[in-house]
């Protein structure tokens, strides 16, 4: 996940964030605050989407229920109370953020049945 997050964030759609938010953005990230992000985030993943879960369709599902949830809620409250939000930029956090969980979900279940040996099994 945070391989494919710090690709769009620092590849994909630098000049997108760049553009929309740069008067609001630190010179750069404040890393302590970013990693207990990703150790939170994927923490939960795991719990609710990865082991919660007997099939990786399921596992993509609950992973993109829970992206929208978390993206969802990060895009809007920042837009209700943040000066200059942009309001375009909201529908697609969100969908990055459906996709992002989505895939890290998929890729923890398939990666959970590898270690149990079970790549092909239907039940974990």
């Known amino acids: ?17 760049k553009s ?8 750069e990230a404040f890393w302590p605050a970013a990693l207990l992000f990703y150790l939170f985030y994927v923490s ?5 989407a990865v082991f919660g ?6 596992a993509a599902r609950r992973g993109a229920g829970l992206g929208f949830v978390a ?28 996709a992002l969980t989505a895939v890290a979900a ?3 279940k398939l990666a959970q049945r590898v270690v149990r040996g079970r790549p092909g099994s239907s039940r974990t």
Do not use: F, K, Q, S
């Open 106 to 108: 998929l890729a923890g």
């Open 44 to 48: 939960v993943i795991a719990v609710w």
């Open 53 to 58: 879960t007997d099939a990786p369709a399921a």
């Open 71 to 98: 993206y969802t809620t990060y895009e809007l409250t920042n837009w209700a109370v943040l000066r200059d939000w942009p309001a375009w930029i909201v529908p697609i956090d969100i969908a990055w953020g459906i």
């Open 20 to 27: 929309a938010l740069g008067h609001l953005m630190a010179p």
């Open 1 to 17: 996940m945070l391989v494919l997050d710090l690709a769009w964030l620092g590849i994909v759609a630098r000049g997108l964030y």
